[in-house]
């Protein structure tokens, strides 16, 4: 679900004579135009509510489904017994209907909050923003529908917010999956390199005595050297898939918190937000979006580097540059396994003084 904040026009609705009078030719028109655009919306609300393909992820529960179901036939039945208002309802029917054909891929995906978000904007929609003006109010009516359509695009920008977050929430769901995935070749790779330095100890050092003229490197030597640099590899390949996972997090907590925002104002008031604050937020929705797409142009190119690296590794042991990247890739496994011994000292350091301090409060309770 692609995010948009709405610029809106005022909107001028015309408005009908009482329905039970009689009509002209032209509200006959625009009535039996409302009577088709609710049909529209109860069609569309009910593909949804006999649609029992929904949710393909198992995340919402049986019970869920059912309670949305049951507000779905509310919904439209309300649609198709709806009756006709003196006013143009076209805007209005056009923000019901939109939110109405949201709510299979928020089911499909298995996007709960999503779903909550879309029948409460459904809900206002249909039960409030297509009442009837009561003709005391006739002279208010552009600025009494100005702020329904205003309140229905609000729903309708909390609903693609929500949407966002839901996308964001699967990226970070494969991420944490890929994660898990490199961290188990890394820790195996690691492993499998210590214990080969362990057993031949002469291979690393022909590997340190590069710098001191040495020239020729055995098959051993390679190996080693080729085994550090993919733990170095898979080390970088972590470290920038958590810094991608931090930015999606990031965007998720802006997205929500912009949701709040548009929440609050519309339960503590009927001050519906400026044009001013929605540019804001537009600003900062792109941030957002600019930041995640420069994280995934990094990404891609470390990806496509590393499926260069088996090629570039054989040029560099024929060429005459092979000692000084040999050293390179020795200073740079120094440097790793200095980062990896600080981050386990960290670690045993933060263990040692949580048991202290329950220690000290075990002391303390029991006096």
């Known amino acids: 679900m692609a995010f948009e904040l709405f610029k809106r026009n005022k909107p001028q609705p015309k408005v009908y004579g009482n329905p039970t009078t009689g009509a002209s030719a032209g509200q006959t028109g625009a009535q039996s135009q409302d009577r088709k655009e609710t049909q529209d919306v109860a069609a569309v609300l009910n593909t949804v509510r006999f649609n029992q393909s929904a949710d393909i992820t198992g995340r919402i529960t049986q019970e869920q489904m059912d309670r949305y179901r049951g507000a779905i036939s509310g919904m439209t039945m309300q649609m198709e017994n709806a009756k006709i208002i003196r006013l143009d309802a076209h805007e209005i029917n056009a923000c019901i209907k939109a939110m109405a054909e949201s709510l299979p891929g928020a089911l499909r995906g298995g996007n709960a909050d999503t779903v909550d978000r879309i029948l409460r904007g459904l809900a206002y929609g249909i039960t409030q923003a297509r009442q009837d003006i009561p003709e005391k109010d006739m002279d208010r009516a552009a600025d009494i529908v100005e702020r329904r359509v205003r309140r229905l695009n609000m729903y309708r920008d909390i609903i693609a917010l929500s949407g966002k977050i839901d996308e964001l929430s699967q990226s970070v769901r494969q991420q944490e999956k890929k ?148 050293i390179r890739h020795a200073m740079e496994w120094e440097a790793f396994e200095k980062k990896e011994k600080a981050k386990e000292e960290g670690i045993r350091e933060g263990q040692k003084n949580t048991a202290e301090n329950e220690q000290t409060t075990g002391r303390i309770l029991n006096y």
């Open 179 to 326: 994660l898990g995935q490199y961290q188990e070749v890394f820790a195996q790779c690691k492993a499998d390199l210590k214990r080969v330095c362990d057993s031949r100890p002469d291979l690393v050092r022909e590997l340190e005595e590069l710098g001191f003229g040495s020239n020729q490197l055995s098959a051993g030597a390679k190996g080693i050297d080729t085994a550090r640099v993919k733990v170095l590899q898979l080390s970088d390949s972590i470290e920038n898939l958590e810094r991608q996972k931090a930015t999606n997090e990031e965007a998720m907590a802006g997205h929500m918190a912009t949701i709040r925002s548009l929440e609050n104002q519309m339960t503590q008031s009927n001050a519906l937000v400026d044009e001013q604050t929605l540019e804001d937020i537009r600003k900062q929705q792109e941030a957002f979006q600019q930041d995640i797409l420069r994280l995934e142009r990094q990404i891609d190119e470390m990806e496509r580097v590393n499926k260069d690296f088996t090629r570039a590794m054989d040029a560099v042991y024929s060429s005459p540059e092979m000692v000084d990247r040999i």
